[in-house]
């Protein structure tokens, strides 16, 4: 796979380059809540800027439309915010001019996302238009067969950005000989979404922390009633083998913060982790819990965090998420946030983000790249 830095020593001088970046950002109306997806790209961006590329056209998605131009997904907040970041003007649209230009949403067409092969290739003949090379630092994006990530590398010479070569090289580490003791804690609502990658990780870890909504179906598994904690009652039986393979090495919670609703005004208490009352609903690990997982990650040499440990953005159910963050930033080793609502946890709490050797920007991506899969956005790089 060809890099920036090949890209930069071979001469970008006076060539134009097409970039795909991953601003799929948090919005509220049109303020932007999360602006770390931005700033990860600004290295990549600076680099082609100081090394003299003619123009730079960046392209992205952002949410889900359906293929048709829907205002409350317009990227114009976007290039406002990456204007400010790199303080210097950045042109808007699919027609604008300037040195630095970002289209707008890739999703307002439907050939973005088509499963029709002809109708995408259409679509990234189009985009391909905008660029003499074609640099992917999207990392987040590498896990679709989209048109701006997969088709484009085909029409173009393709590089990596700075970004996609950090996220590939940290993520390499945790899938090969990764320094033990090595610990691994997983969140997020349901055990479907993590269970390949629990295959994946559990003959190579020293210790499998479980917490989210996730760890409520393996409670079940265990014979614990869970009250109207979330459920995956078809996942109970998978469970309950993770946890005779596993043996030791998965940590449960025992104590869980229950709630008579799901709001930030609920009634709250703290029970075992056998003992939640039937007409509620576990929503956070306990503080037993945090303490436990917490002497688990002591002495730990590698550790990958996925998934955040309760409803963090409700301020009563944000202590087990915290506190399991807290405990990974005195981690003398090397840790990783894998990305998505474990990285906006993050930020949303207040944790310093030095705390951590990396922090990913590709929560479904990075989940996959440790499973073992093949990223289209990858192999299209490397071919």
Same mark, same amino acid.
């Given at each position: 796979?060809?890099?920036?830095?090949?890209?930069?020593?071979?001469?970008?001088?006076?060539?134009?380059?097409?970039?795909?970046?991953?601003?799929?950002?948090?919005?509220?109306?049109?303020?932007?809540?999360?602006?770390?997806?931005?700033?990860?790209?600004?290295?990549?961006?600076?680099?082609?800027?100081?090394?003299?590329?003619?123009?730079?056209?960046?392209?992205?998605?952002?949410?889900?439309?359906?293929? @048709?131009?829907? #205002?409350? +997904?317009?990227?114009?907040? &976007? $290039?406002?915010? %990456?204007?400010? =970041?790199?303080?210097?003007?950045?042109?808007?649209?699919?027609?604008?001019?300037?040195?630095?230009?970002?289209?707008?949403?890739?999703?307002?067409?439907?050939?973005?996302?088509?499963?029709?092969?002809?109708?995408?290739?259409?679509?990234?003949?189009?985009?391909?238009?905008?660029?003499?090379?074609?640099?992917?630092?999207?990392?987040?994006?590498?896990?679709?067969?989209?048109?701006?990530?997969?088709?484009?590398? @085909?029409?173009? #010479?393709? +590089?990596?950005?700075?970004? &996609? $070569?950090?996220? %590939?090289?940290? =993520?390499?580490?945790?899938?090969?000989?990764?320094?033990?003791?090595?610990?691994?804690?997983?969140?997020?609502?349901?055990?479907?979404?993590?269970?390949?990658?629990?295959?994946?990780?559990?003959?190579?870890?020293?210790?499998?922390?479980?917490?989210?909504?996730?760890?409520?179906?393996?409670?079940?598994?265990?014979?614990?009633?869970?009250?109207?904690?979330?459920?995956?009652?078809?996942?109970?039986?998978?469970?309950?083998?993770?946890?005779?393979?596993?043996?030791?090495?998965?940590?449960?919670?025992?104590?869980?913060?229950?709630?008579?609703?799901?709001?930030?005004?609920?009634?709250?208490?703290?029970?075992?982790?056998?003992?939640?009352?039937?007409?509620?609903?576990?929503?956070?690990?306990?503080?037993?819990?945090?303490?436990?997982?917490?002497?688990?990650?002591?002495?730990?040499?590698?550790?990958?965090?996925?998934?955040?440990?309760?409803?963090?953005?409700?301020?009563?159910?944000?202590?087990?998420?915290?506190?399991?963050?807290?405990?990974?930033?005195?981690?003398?080793?090397?840790?990783?946030?894998?990305?998505?609502?474990?990285?906006?946890?993050?930020?949303?709490?207040?944790?310093?983000?030095?705390?951590?050797?990396?922090?990913?920007?590709?929560?479904?991506?990075?989940?996959?790249?440790?499973?073992?899969?093949?990223?289209?956005?990858?192999?299209?790089?490397?071919?």
């Amino acid at each position: 796979m060809k890099t920036l830095d090949d890209l930069l020593s071979e001469g970008v001088a006076g060539r134009r380059v097409l970039l795909r970046a991953d601003l799929n950002v948090p919005l509220d109306g049109d303020r932007i809540t999360d602006d770390g997806r931005i700033r990860a790209v600004l290295p990549t961006i600076n680099a082609l800027r100081e090394a003299g590329a003619a123009k730079i056209t960046v392209m992205s998605h952002l949410g889900r439309p359906k293929g @048709a131009p829907d #205002p409350k +997904y317009t990227l114009a907040p &976007v $290039a406002a915010r %990456l204007s400010e =970041l790199l303080g210097a003007p950045v042109a808007f649209g699919d027609g604008a001019d300037g040195d630095l230009v970002l289209l707008e949403n890739l999703r307002f067409n439907a050939g973005e996302t088509s499963k029709d092969e002809g109708e995408r290739k259409a679509f990234a003949q189009e985009l391909a238009a905008h660029g003499d090379v074609y640099v992917d630092d999207a990392f987040g994006a590498v896990h679709r067969k989209h048109a701006s990530v997969y088709d484009v590398a @085909a029409l173009l #010479p393709h +590089y990596s950005g700075y970004l &996609v $070569a950090k996220e %590939l090289e940290v =993520l390499s580490k945790l899938t090969g000989e990764a320094e033990k003791p090595y610990v691994v804690v997983l969140g997020g609502s349901k055990v479907s979404d993590k269970l390949a990658v629990i295959e994946a990780l559990l003959p190579k870890v020293d210790k499998l922390l479980i917490g989210g909504g996730m760890c409520f179906t393996f409670l079940k598994a265990q014979g614990h009633e869970v009250g109207k904690s979330l459920l995956q009652d078809e996942m109970v039986d998978t469970c309950r083998d993770l946890l005779q393979r596993g043996g030791d090495k998965i940590v449960l919670p025992t104590d869980v913060v229950t709630a008579d609703k799901f709001a930030a005004d609920a009634a709250t208490q703290t029970v075992g982790a056998g003992a939640i009352p039937a007409d509620e609903l576990g929503l956070d690990i306990g503080p037993e819990s945090v303490a436990a997982f917490a002497a688990a990650l002591e002495g730990a040499k590698t550790v990958f965090w996925n998934g955040p440990m309760g409803v963090f953005e409700l301020a009563p159910f944000a202590a087990g998420t915290r506190g399991v963050a807290e405990a990974i930033t005195k981690v003398d080793g090397f840790t990783v946030v894998g990305g998505g609502d474990s990285a906006a946890a993050v930020r949303a709490l207040g944790i310093p983000e030095d705390g951590f050797s990396h922090i990913s920007t590709g929560g479904g991506a990075s989940l996959e790249f440790l499973e073992g899969k093949t990223l289209p956005g990858i192999a299209a790089l490397e071919a």
